[in-house]
């Protein structure tokens, strides 16, 4: 790289660092607050989680879904989860303003509470981490941005400690004490931050959203075309009273995140009642923790999964274990079944970076490696702050000092590539970009006359 690669990459990285640093702070903590949670939702929902009804009469699920139903009027059920002992078993229900609610059964399938789905601990700490609490896309935006500035920091922050060859530099002085330190953790932290920080890509609005739709585009990459069209259930399996000549459409939601649940129907005449279904999947060796989703129309089908990244406690499996089986809602035989070694690799990418990112990939390890990178880089932006502090005088504020001269191709290089690979630095950057060139040519202007 030529003498001005690193001018404009110390511009860069200390405005971009002050205009980010507050999301960066929000994201870290949000995201060390979302390490945890079940170790706190144990904690805090115990009756929830592993009470027991006052009543102990044993009744079926099919039953205990009707008493839902009565119990909680104007709510359907959507979905069932199976989880394994000593968890209660949970049901979803939700109405049609949009509210949503857990229902848990203990063994006797008997109702001991409900919650709120917003208003749980890991559904908090997941809009807060995602979306500042808003869920409105622009804030979207602006945190996948500040994760795109964020890996910027880390390319360019490692390029000039190597450059100024500050590591080498002995001095004891406060300013660069600091400094040294700023950038000794950002070295450490340069491969796991970036790790983490695309790991959390199957999240973010724009560049999330893209390659989710390519791997919905070309199955061989994702998850395989029956995950993106589920199959249908027979419809000449629907009682001859109640078949329509006109049979509706199913709906199939795809979705870049991991948390969404499309519409559903457990109103079907003709359709297997929760328990047969629930033996069907022992029979074909699904075993707990699972979920169920109820058709979404005449000619849709049980859905059956064993997910890694279901945000719900209890819940996840390891990835190798995901699987999604299809059953004809009306004869209650499996239609088709998907696999974790049916993945493309985007498909596997996202089935192993997602539980990486939120810490339960390898247990309680994966939690403590990103809690320690947390605090480190929390550690980083303070010494960062400090040495910029030392160096300024009092009363004074002010940035690096800009060289007029043109940017290096070197320097050029490496944020087109950032560009292309985080579109959405690459906007920012070119707006940066046009801003830069204006001061230049006003400068230059300035000067030669």
């Given at each position: 790289?030529?003498?001005?690669t690193?001018?404009?990459?110390r511009?860069?990285?200390?405005y ?19 390490l945890?949670?079940?170790e706190?939702e ?6 929830e989680?592993?009470?027991q009804s ?6 079926s ?8 139903k ?16 000593p ?5 979803t229900?939700?109405?049609d ?10 063994s ?7 919650q709120d ?6 559904n ?11 869920e ?8 996948e941005?500040?994760?795109c500035w964020?890996?910027?920091?880390i390319?360019?922050?490692t390029?000039?400690?190597f450059?100024?060859?500050?590591l080498?530099?002995?001095?004891r002085?406060n300013p660069?004490?600091f400094?040294?330190i ?11 931050l970036?790790?983490i920080?695309?790991t959390g ?10 390659v989710?739709?390519?791997a919905?585009?070309?199955?061989d990459?994702?998850k395989?075309e ?5 199959p249908?259930s027979d419809?000449?399996?629907i009682?001859?009273a ?21 519409s559903?129907d457990d ?10 279904i629930?033996?069907a999947?022992?029979e074909?060796n ?9 058709p979404?129309?005449?000619t ?20 190798d ?9 009306y ?9 974790f ?13 997602i539980?990486?990112h ?25 010494m ?11 009363g ?10 043109p ?7 490496t944020?087109?590539?950032l ?7 690459g906007?920012?950057?070119?707006v940066?970009f046009i ?15």
């Open positions: 790289m030529s003498k001005n690193f001018n404009p990459f511009r860069l990285h200390f971009a660092a002050w205009f980010i640093t507050p999301l960066l702070l929000t994201l870290t903590l949000s995201g060390i607050g979302f945890f949670y079940p706190v144990n904690a805090i929902y115990d009756h989680f592993f009470g006052d009543d102990k009469e044993m009744q699920m099919d039953e205990a879904i009707e008493e839902i009565e119990t909680y009027n104007g709510f359907s059920v959507s979905k069932i989860s199976m989880m394994e002992e968890y209660n078993n949970r049901v229900i939700s109405n303003q949009g509210e949503s609610q857990y229902v848990f059964l203990d006797n399938n008997q109702i001991v509470a409900s789905s917003k208003s749980t601990y890991s908090f700490m997941r809009t807060f981490h995602s979306s500042l609490l808003t409105h896309t622009f804030v979207r935006y602006l945190v941005l500040t994760a964020a890996i910027f920091l390319v360019s922050g390029y000039m400690t450059k100024k060859k500050l080498q530099n002995r001095s002085k660069l004490r400094q040294k700023h950038a000794l953790l950002g070295l450490t932290l340069a491969v796991p970036i790790i920080v695309v890509i199957p999240w973010s609005v724009f560049t999330g959203s893209k989710s739709q390519f919905a585009d070309h199955p990459w994702g395989t029956l995950r993106y069209n589920p249908q419809v000449d399996e009682p001859w109640t078949r329509s000549l006109d049979q509706p459409a199913s709906e199939h939601k795809g979705h870049a995140g991991h948390h969404s649940d499309s559903s109103t079907i005449d003709g359709q297997k009642t929760i328990e047969e629930i033996t999947s022992g074909n699904i075993s707990r923790p699972f979920s169920i989703v109820f979404s129309d005449e849709g089908v049980f859905t059956v999964s064993k997910g890694s990244n279901t945000g719900v406690t209890g819940l996840d499996v390891n990835p274990e995901e699987t999604t089986a299809y059953f004809d809602q004869s209650g035989d499996m239609i088709a079944q998907i696999d070694e049916d993945y493309g690799i985007i498909g596997k990418w996202f089935t192993w970076g539980p990486l939120e810490g339960h990939l390898f247990g309680m390890a994966n939690k403590i490696l990103n809690l320690l990178v947390c605090i480190a880089f929390l550690a980083a932006i303070a960062g702050f400090m040495s910029w502090m030392k160096r300024m005088k009092p004074e504020a002010k940035g690096p000092k800009r060289i007029n001269k940017w290096s191709i070197g320097a050029v290089a944020i087109l590539i560009g292309i690979l985080m579109p959405l630095f906007l920012s950057v070119l940066i801003v830069e060139t204006i001061i230049y040519f006003t400068k230059k202007t300035k000067n030669a006359r």
